[in-house]
């Protein structure tokens, strides 16, 4: 992306600002420059993270061509710089930057194939699957490793916490697929010395299942 765009269009945004709510009006699209931006939509009174955006990614496009509002939230995770596109000047890069054009084709056809994978994969996988994956998202930003390295590990409540927040799995449910997960030898539960719960599985788990 050209200096001159970024000098003309862009602006800093600190982690954990939000830059538009689902059902805000809108008219801009924002293109990331270098950063980090969560896309979340509210589901049975919880807060579903439905892409994770970075460098070059762009969105809230949608308010270009429909007078729709906004059908998602989109907080920024790091510190970024993020271009903020009208409609106007969206025109004239288009009509006048056919490789801009191209990338933004492109970057639609690939979402649209997502959205595809995501909505089939909704229809089969089973709530100990989503459980899973949830894992491997949650360990990401709040999981560590035991005393040999070979474990890993991630706060129980936290872990409970985090499946409510964003997947809408209450804790009692969540407690049934923990228990059948560890029937099946996929993890463990133990303590620390203080008595704080960690759920313990092995890094292979994630890999069985593509999780990484």
């Known amino acids: 992306m050209s200096v001159d765009l970024v000098k003309k269009f862009g602006s800093t945004y600190k982690a954990g600002q939000t830059i538009f709510k689902e059902g805000d009006f809108a008219e801009e ?3 990331i420059h ?3 931006v969560h896309i979340s939509k509210r589901a049975k009174n919880a807060e579903q993270i439905l892409a994770t955006l970075r460098d070059g990614d762009f969105f809230g496009e949608m308010a270009l061509f429909t007078e729709s ?3 998602a939230t ?3 995770v790091t510190d970024s710089v993020i271009l903020k596109i009208d409609k106007k000047s969206f ?3 288009v009509n006048n930057n056919s490789t801009f054009a191209i990338n933004m084709i492109r970057k639609l056809c690939e979402r649209l194939r997502n959205a595809d994978n995501q909505i089939g994969e909704l229809l ?4 100990e699957t989503r459980i899973l994956k949830a894992m491997s998202a949650f360990w990401n930003s709040e999981g560590q490793k035991d005393a040999s390295g070979q474990v890993l590990l991630l706060p129980y409540l936290g872990f409970c ?3 409510k927040k964003t997947y809408g799995i209450t804790v009692e449910d969540a407690n049934q697929s923990l228990l059948k997960l560890r029937n099946q030898n996929l993890l463990h ?3 620390d010395t203080v008595g704080k719960q960690y759920i313990a599985f092995s890094p292979k788990v994630l890999e069985f299942f593509h999780l990484t």
Do not use: E, T, W
């Open 124 to 127: 089969v996988v089973s709530r």
């Open 189 to 191: 539960i133990r303590k």
């Open 34 to 36: 270098q950063g980090q």
């Open 74 to 76: 989109a907080v920024v």
């Open 91 to 93: 025109d004239f890069m």
């Open 29 to 31: 699209m924002y293109i």
């Open 69 to 71: 509002p906004r059908s």
């Open 161 to 163: 916490d985090y499946l």
